[in-house]
């Protein structure tokens, strides 16, 4: 007769990961991800870890080498004895789920390393969604002895650019002819960038791009004293270019530091964090009210045009008060 | 002496746009974007004017051709004598505004045909976001005579996907060597498209991206007699394949109108609408605690380790029931 081994519980997993267990810390970015009562309690435990850490977020439309100069970052970072973490943030999706790592390929370099922890974060079941599972990610590797996490988002939609710009520095990764700077644009990543890399900087229409993204800087509106993003120029495939990137991400580190930014940043993550956790339970009290009637009784009306959304919001919220 | 002309009502707009009025139509866009008191009237108004108008989502990656796209498709439905509005979804954006239109150029064919309305929609202000305003602004179309609403994304992002699946029947565009269908899988659309279409199909590795998608949906779990995505080739710019499409999309249609799809899709899309509404009203109450300070101030404990960051989402419940 066989026994199972007993769960380790969230308490075991912290303090095995701290002394370097990778299995741990990949369990314990599966509570977070699974959500329920087991992520609030390793919530719990890595909250006094926080801050340790510097956070490095990094989006960009899929073609243009988002893996690529993660790989290459990682190594510069070892080079200068740090311990560094990847999460790759997917879009959570029921049919993908966390299956779709082709891109993680380019990583395999770094997988014999025990100073490089990658892994691929979705956020299914998590109460508040990547907002709040990120940041919790980013406290258990903090508390596991990692110097620095590099968030890597895989979209430019809305969701990632949230995400990535929770991180201390976010660097946008541009190359040319992938639609130009003006899909920088739209997809709102301007606002959010603190570094610019025109990345794959050897090829046609390279100059065009990094013409047109220090223009749109330029034009952007900054107050007095602001950062003003940088653009640097790489290949990242050859490394070429990530003495620059790595100095442009100093200065900004430093630059917060300076100006009280860094700390303002984090109390902005913990705000948004705290807020997604809330409205999380929210949307779950109004998701169980009436054994899950509630919602869709309010919803048949308005799609019949009995009812305004409004006045439906409004009788969904007296159910929770 | 000049006196500034009263505003008119949103029950005044309404009447105007009905009778065919762009300014009006505009006008209570412009409302619904804005949000607060005027918004929730214009909600009201417009909400027994649901079920008449047929919605279109459409949303694929930057350079896949989706103006083009959405140019002959109104082309195509204008020939049937079918009056269409457009709405370009931006992802919300404080710094680049409504501003960037660049790609509606393509649109101006249409810009002097009364039959054909088109307009950028973004939710800055609104309670609920794009999930709520985008039902309200269709909503109104409708009311003012529209038959078929286009909602157009500019995106991939989960928040795009996300409108744009709220559609009666979704497309999503792909091109050869954009990043292919995994991409497509990674993004989270291949669960939301009704039809898939690759356009630029005259293009080297059109016949690879058709057959990857294929395979893609051919791997997918589907229950019995749920809808099997249709692929579709086309070359947009000369309007080659688009009976296809607009065959497809009527084969959708029909479908779901045997299978009580459509009824059961659009209270999905309502249940989306109120619940976000509801989150917004929340979020808002959460906000303006104790004048704003609450979040801050627990976030600020949350940044610095002294609070996880559960308790402090719960401590913030506290304040808003």
């Given at each position: 007769m066989t026994t199972a081994r007993p769960a380790r519980s969230p308490a075991e997993l912290f303090a095995a990961a701290s002394g370097g267990d990778r299995t741990s810390k990949a369990r314990l970015l599966s509570l977070i991800e699974r959500g329920g009562e087991d992520a609030r309690e390793v919530g719990r435990l890595a909250?006094?870890?926080?801050?340790d850490a510097y956070t490095i977020g990094l989006t960009g439309a899929p073609g243009a080498g988002k893996s690529t100069l993660t790989s290459a970052l990682i190594t510069h970072l070892r080079q200068q004895g740090e311990e560094v973490a990847v999460l790759a943030v997917d879009p959570s999706s029921p049919f993908t789920g966390?299956?779709?790592?082709?891109?993680?390929?380019?990583m395999q370099d770094h997988?014999?390393?025990?100073g490089v922890y990658i892994r691929s974060m979705s956020?299914?079941?998590?109460?508040?969604?990547l907002s709040a599972a990120t940041p919790q990610a980013v406290r258990v590797l903090e508390g596991a002895g990692c110097d620095v996490v590099l968030v890597e988002t895989v979209g430019v939609g809305q969701a990632e650019v949230e995400v990535a710009s929770l991180a201390d520095t976010t660097l946008v990764l541009l190359a040319p002819g992938m639609g130009d700077a003006v899909q920088a644009v739209k997809a709102g990543i301007l606002e959010i960038a603190d570094v610019f890399v025109v990345n794959?900087?050897?090829?046609?229409g390279a100059d065009n791009t990094y013409r047109d993204i220090q223009g749109m800087i330029g034009l952007a509106e900054r107050k007095a004293g602001e950062w003003r993003p940088q653009v640097i120029r790489a290949v990242a495939v050859r490394g070429e270019g990530l003495d620059d990137v790595v100095a442009a991400i100093e200065k900004h580190r430093r630059w917060m530091e300076e100006h009280g930014e860094l700390r303002a940043r984090r109390e902005r993550r913990a705000a948004a964090e705290v807020e997604a956790i809330a409205l999380g339970v929210l949307r779950e009290r109004m998701g169980t009210l009436r054994g899950g009637a509630a919602l869709a009784a309010l919803a048949a009306r308005v799609a019949a045009g009995e009812l305004d959304p409004y006045a439906a919001a409004d009788d969904l919220l007296k159910g929770i008060e």
């Open positions: 909250a006094p870890l926080a801050g966390g299956a779709i790592l082709g891109d993680r390929v380019r997988a014999t390393d025990p956020s299914r079941g998590h109460l508040g969604g794959k900087a050897d090829r046609d």
